[in-house]
């Protein structure tokens, strides 16, 4: 949130003259379940004298809820709409195991006043935690989050302002394949009235020009190519089947690169190359001592 926005949101909230009311009431389940608890069960186990002060009791209790403190890091005075069900639906279930028990008297007054106190405290950390993780979850830009004031059970759109710098990312990609770059974070979904993006390119003189602008947070570059900044074109390997005979052998692992000279490798001779030379060989050497007899005699 901006400098401002904390400020205002709390006078906002500390000048409302509207009548107060309790986060959870606000829910139309929550008052349906109080209104039948007036008029179908109490009449049957609580004396009539005792009904009303006692209902009274009840919906006052259930408009505290209201009543914590305004603090930045546990309640602003407002929650949203998975806040608020998640809330209502608690206090639903307790209300609902107390008259199931069908208890009577003072026992049913005492059962459902410690109720709702447990009850306060467990939205209290229902807020709790929505002020941490859930209020203005945006890093930095603009959100527009729609909220449920406590105080006039309305439903208004909230301005979460932050740094417009949302940081740098780096995108690395091989000459001629295909850079996508996604603009999507993760609050993107869940606020109110985002338009379209923008894609840029910036020059080396901090000059932009847009390329792009429309509803989707992608952007996709076929066939990169140098100008536009990219790794050189990626080496393909190529392995040889077993099946394949080849006269040059690369290691697994090694990429063959066409050099601009021709080397030939010597081969080495078969065995029966071997045997036959040497064959040769012993009859010129027994021609060469035959005649060297002949001329000694």
């Not at 949101?9 to 009548?19: I, M, Q, R, S, Y």
């Not at 007036?38 to 009791?57: F, I, R, S, T």
């Not at 417009?164 to 993107?188: F, S």
């Not at 064959?279 to 001592?289: A, M, Q, S, T």
Request: with cysteine; aromatic share 6%; proline share 6%.
């Amino acid at each position: 949130m901006g400098p401002w926005g904390l400020p205002l949101l709390v006078a906002t909230l500390a000048g409302c003259v509207f009548p107060a009311r309790g986060c959870v009431i606000c829910d139309p389940k929550v008052r349906e379940a109080l209104n039948s608890l007036e008029a179908d069960y109490l009449p049957g186990h609580l004396e009539a004298n005792h009904q009303k002060k006692v209902m009274e009791k009840i919906k006052q209790a259930v408009e505290d809820f209201k009543d914590l403190p305004i603090d930045e890091d546990s309640y602003m005075g407002v929650v949203d709409e998975a806040t608020l069900e998640k809330a209502s639906w608690s206090l639903l279930k307790d209300m609902k195991r107390i008259t199931d028990s069908d208890a009577k008297g003072e026992l049913f007054v005492k059962e459902m006043l410690w109720m709702l106190h447990l009850a306060k405290n467990t939205f209290a950390s229902y807020a709790a935690q929505f002020q941490k993780e859930a209020f203005c979850p945006n890093k930095c830009g603009l959100m527009l989050q729609p909220l449920i004031w406590c105080s006039t059970c309305q439903k208004q759109v909230h301005a979460c302002r932050k740094s417009k710098n949302c940081g740098k990312r780096e995108v690395k990609v091989h000459q001629m394949e295909d850079m996508i770059l996604d603009c999507e974070l993760n609050w993107h979904k869940i606020s109110q009235g985002l338009t379209d993006y923008s894609f840029y390119r910036v020059w080396k003189n901090n000059s932009e020009t847009l390329v792009s602008r429309g509803k989707e947070p992608i952007l996709t570059k076929t066939m990169v190519r140098p100008k536009d900044a990219v790794l050189p074109k990626r080496i393909q390997e190529e392995i040889p089947s077993p099946n394949t005979e080849t006269q040059d052998e690369t290691a697994l692992g090694e990429v063959a690169v066409d050099l601009p000279h021709t080397t030939v490798e010597p081969q080495t001779p078969k065995p029966e190359q071997l045997l036959r030379r040497r064959l040769f060989g012993v009859l010129i050497w027994g021609l060469v001592v035959l005649t060297v007899c002949v001329l000694i005699a």
